[in-house]
């Protein structure tokens, strides 16, 4: 079936460590996105790709980073810089030119 | 810099009702529109896509209307049933270089009782 796989389900992070969330799609989307959501609040843009081998920040970057390698794959890492990293991420990709945008399952991930 | 809006928070009816939710958005230069439903814990489902040449979308019980010079958009749910109870979410694109990123509103978390 083609989807947007992202793992691990769930996540935990001891302080001071980096992790990386894995987002996975098979429906030859260009365009994928990274997003955070706090309880209660909306999604907030991290990182998006509209190319292989290019990214760009989005409105809550620091403490972030992401690779695009490869087409189907953009992972993001949470580093220690991130002072607050619980939440939950969500992964998405879309067509380009169009914009009807589809989202994994997410991943939660807490700071023990 | 978009601003994107919600009400109500939240809302609960009986099974049956019609209803109707609301989106506003604070820059009328949007590429499109796009409502989402989201379950606890889970990840974004994808409803409607309204264009911003286009004045609504439907999809079975579901109707999405967009107004671009009011900077509002509704969704409309006919006759709701338990199985709708979830967090409903618009999200506007701008479009342009800026196409695909997504702005949204905070949610309307709606609960349909038996």
Sequence with gaps: ?112 | KQEVTQIPAALSVPEGENLVLNCSFTDSAIYNLQWFRQDPGKGLTSLLLIQSSQREQTSGRLNASLDKSSGRSTLYIAASQPGDSATYLCAADAGGTSYGKLTFGQGTILTVHP
């Design chain 1, 1 to 112: 079936d083609g989807g947007i796989t992202q793992s691990p389900k769930y996540l935990f992070r001891k302080e001071g460590q980096n992790v990386t969330l894995s987002c996975e799609q098979n429906l030859n989307h260009d365009a994928m996105y990274w997003y955070r959501q706090d309880p209660g609040q909306g999604l907030r843009l991290i990182y998006y790709s509209q190319i292989v081998n290019d990214f760009q920040k989005g409105d809550i970057a620091e403490g972030y980073s992401v690779s695009r390698e490869k087409k189907e794959s953009f992972p993001l890492t949470v580093t220690s810089a991130q002072k607050n990293p619980t939440a939950f991420y969500l992964c998405a990709s879309s067509m380009t030119g169009s914009t009807e945008a589809f989202f994994g399952q997410g991943t939660r991930l807490t700071v023990v």
